[in-house]
């Protein structure tokens, strides 16, 4: 894989935005639970505001479930957006296409409405289904609960894609940073499914692709030989990058509790072209200053090595999660790109693989990469 760490340096949109700026600090004084209770809280306020300053009041309708946890009082809530209208098709409502979402927080924060407005937004704009799952937390659950649990909410889809009224052909799964590992996890899960015979007895459930946003695929312990032996890596590289350095995902890591060698599977990523060559279409969408970079973009390489449909995006010079800042004229293009990926997912024709990987400038139009 090429060297990417020319993708690391800040841009001018990044030194522009933070001049005379000070990024809210961590709170890494704190408890873990107050820390969990503090930033939770103020993204819900974020996304509230947001989903209030939005145009969406009136296009979209929620709708909350609920999935019992089997052997435990517990539930996974469910947030369900879609657009306040449905097509006809020959005087039958027609079905929509369905997102199934994770959300990030390195496995410790996030809830189902904490992307309220970008769940409608989707919802609104590729008029489709999206389901928002919550998942249990660190530090009160460890690994890998959290997995067993994106399971869980896939399982209900399958159940209930009739109910809700999706499109059982066209499933999306997706998410962003240690949502996005979940996603992928659930997709191949899905596959080994599909290849059992007790497969039958559940609803048929077609994925027709995966988003992964900004992913953090893979556990420290368990870092691929092939990128930890660049000298310029983006865990060194990026340790100290505003946003996520070094220093949280470590935090995050322990959080999860011990992923003994025998189990931990669902913290790697397969690099084996046999494994990865019945993968669905897939986005990867990674940033330039970001610890989870290199991983991402091996990823992306390898799905599209074994042949593998794929588009994937470089936002140079942005920190992890770049996007929550509406200042930064990146965030725009990285809404275009998500957009556009999803379009291109629904559609009925797509890209070749090597051509559609891309570097997004902080100004100006997408080019190739190189």
């Not at 946890?69 to 879609?82: A, N």
């Not at 904490?114 to 409608?120: F, R, S």
């Not at 340790?239 to 913290?267: I, K, Q, Y």
Request: proline share 7%; aromatic share 10%.
């Amino acid at each position: 894989m090429e060297d990417l760490s020319k993708y690391g340096f800040p841009n001018a949109d990044w030194i522009q935005f933070v001049i005379g700026k000070a990024l809210p600090p961590f709170p890494s004084h704190l408890d873990t639970l107050e820390i969990q209770r503090r930033i939770n809280s103020e993204r819900e306020a974020v996304a509230s505001q947001q989903f209030i300053d939005s145009d969406f009041g009136d296009k979209v309708l929620f709708q909350d479930y609920d999935v019992n946890i089997p052997d435990d009082t517990l539930s996974i809530p469910i947030r369900l957006s879609r657009p306040n209208f449905r097509p006809n098709t020959d005087s039958i409502i027609a079905s929509l296409p369905v997102y199934l979402f994770f959300h990030g927080g390195g496995f410790l924060f996030g809830s189902e409405t904490q992307d309220e407005c970008t769940c409608a937004r989707l919802a609104v704009t590729h008029n489709m289904i999206v389901l928002n799952a919550n998942y249990r937390h660190t530090p009160v659950w460890t690994y890998p609960t959290q997995h067993e649990d994106a399971w869980r909410a896939f399982q209900w889809l399958m159940d209930n894609i009739d109910v809700i009224g999706g499109d059982r052909l066209r499933v999306v799964v997706g998410g962003v940073s240690a949502g996005a590992n979940l996603a992928a996890y659930v997709v191949r899960r899905h596959q080994e499914l599909q290849r059992d015979e007790e497969a039958l007895e559940r609803p048929k459930v077609c994925i027709s692709g995966l988003i992964l946003d900004m992913p953090w695929l893979v556990h420290p312990d368990f870092y691929p030989l092939s990128l930890r032996s660049q000298s310029h890596h983006s865990y060194i590289q990026c340790a100290n990058a505003p946003l996520l350095p070094m220093e949280r995902v470590r935090l995050f890591t322990r959080l999860l509790g011990p992923v003994p060698e025998e189990r931990s599977s669902l913290m790697r990523i397969s690099l084996d072209l046999d494994d990865l060559k019945n993968m669905p279409p897939t986005v990867v969408l990674v940033a330039g200053n970001d610890p989870f970079r290199d991983e991402g973009w091996l990823f992306a390489n390898r799905l599209s090595d074994a042949g593998v449909q794929v588009k994937g995006y470089i936002f140079p010079g942005m920190p992890h999660a770049f996007w929550k800042l509406e200042e930064l004229q990146a965030t725009s293009l990285y809404r275009t790109a998500l957009e556009d990926s999803f379009s291109w997912l629904l559609s009925e024709e797509m890209s070749k693989p090597e051509e559609t990987f891309q570097t997004i400038g902080a100004f100006g139009e997408p080019t190739l990469a190189t």
